[in-house]
């Protein structure tokens, strides 16, 4: 399924000064999340591994609403405190550009490449995680907005003119799908790829299940089934039992409509993937009762805060089961992740928008309160910033 279209101009075209600065949608206070205003900004020093994006289009990850809103850490924006760059916020991690400008000892990037960028934008490199293909776990990562790099300035997302980010995380797209798909794929579908794949390595014939038909639930039927698998999604209601059937899925279960309803799968499952945005009416005594022996129930959505697993021991030990987390994925993984959409053809489910102070407003509100199925691309950059290829 293509998604539809959301018809909206842009308010006006803007002059970017080049590489002197950036324009962004940025917010200052977290009250204000919903209304990011397009604000002019002095970009990070650009280092001799550093990549330059001319921004093409940028997914909306719910992660950035609890980033907006400042509900993770509680704490102030940190770049507010920056040592030097702007004191406002641009938010963004599902990036999909053209290079437009390369350090001195830059391999990995073309000018003129279309690239894409996610969560991460900078790693050491040099210790043993970045060196096993687990650098997005790296202890001195840099993630793409609101991160502190080693000089004090804190890193500005994709809801801009430009980004600058380490070579490691632009990510060559190859022809054949369009950029709008893309863009999700780049924070959401390769947080999902990744424990899909390290978790099927190797299994026969394997059957996962996926909690949350969502942003990244919806993604992760359409991948674990390109990866083979037979794949269960679970809901707490039928409303979206059509949609997960149409995206891949084997069979639905409606958790809150089917009493009981593990009790006849024990033993069936190598993987659940655990994608809902809240563990509040998470019921992992259910869930883990239908992992196989020594498997795992992964969680890759994030909550609120406040938000706690309620746990009982008693709840892994007749499979010997665990519970974990998964970060992201690897450069490698989301190569693999890319080429894998190509050859098998999925794509999310994409609704885009024009990006603007009011676009971006949209779909910042709407995302807030669950009106999309099931992702949202802002498209329009160059048409805006007045970019692209000359």
């Given at each position: ?387 692209g290829t000359k």
């Amino acid at each position: 399924m293509s998604g539809k279209v959301k018809k909206r101009n842009s308010e006006m075209t803007v002059k970017v000064d080049y590489p002197r600065e950036f324009k962004g949608f940025a917010i200052k206070d977290p009250k204000d999340w919903d209304k990011p205003k397009l604000s002019s900004y002095e970009p990070k020093k650009f280092g001799e591994y550093d990549v330059d994006i001319e921004v093409e289009c940028c997914g909306i990850c719910a992660s950035e609403l609890f980033s907006l809103k400042n509900e993770w850490s509680g704490e102030p924006l940190a770049c507010l405190s920056s040592s030097y760059g702007p004191k406002c916020q641009v938010v963004g991690h599902e990036v999909i550009g053209r290079v437009v400008a390369v350090g001195d000892k830059v391999s990995l990037c073309k000018l003129g490449q279309r690239v894409g960028l996610g969560a991460q934008a900078s790693s050491c490199m040099a210790c043993t995680r970045c060196s096993s293909n687990n650098e997005q776990y790296c202890l001195k990562s840099v993630g793409t907005y609101c991160s502190r790099y080693p000089d004090g300035y804190v890193s500005q997302g994709g809801y801009a003119s430009h980004v600058r980010a380490h070579e490691q995380f632009c990510f060559p797209v190859p022809d054949g799908i369009a950029s709008e798909f893309v863009a999700p794929l780049m924070c959401g579908g390769l947080t999902v790829y990744s424990p899909i794949k390290r978790s099927l390595e190797g299994v026969e014939n394997p059957r996962v299940g996926i909690i949350g038909i969502g942003g990244l639930g919806h993604m992760a039927i359409m991948i674990a089934k390109a990866l083979g698998a037979h794949v269960t999604a679970f809901s707490r209601s039928s409303n979206k039992k059509e949609d997960a059937l149409k995206m891949g899925a084997d069979s639905f279960i409606a958790t809150g409509e089917q009493p009981n309803w593990n009790c006849d799968l024990a033993d069936s499952f190598h993987l659940i993937l655990n994608c809902a945005s809240s563990t509040t009416a998470l019921d992992l005594g259910a869930f883990t009762s239908v992992l196989k022996v020594n498997r795992q129930l992964i969680s890759v959505g994030l909550p609120e805060k406040s938000e706690r697993f309620d746990l009982n021991p008693f709840t892994f030990i007749r499979s010997g089961c665990s519970i974990g987390v998964s970060k992201l994925g690897s450069r490698q993984e989301a190569i693999e992740l890319l080429d894998l959409a190509v050859k098998h053809g999925f794509r999310p489910w994409v609704e885009t928008i024009d990006v603007s102070e009011a676009g971006v407003h949209e779909g910042l509100t709407r995302l807030d309160q669950g009106d999309v199925r099931y992702r949202f691309t802002l498209v329009g950059f160059n048409k805006f910033f007045g970019t692209g290829t000359k």
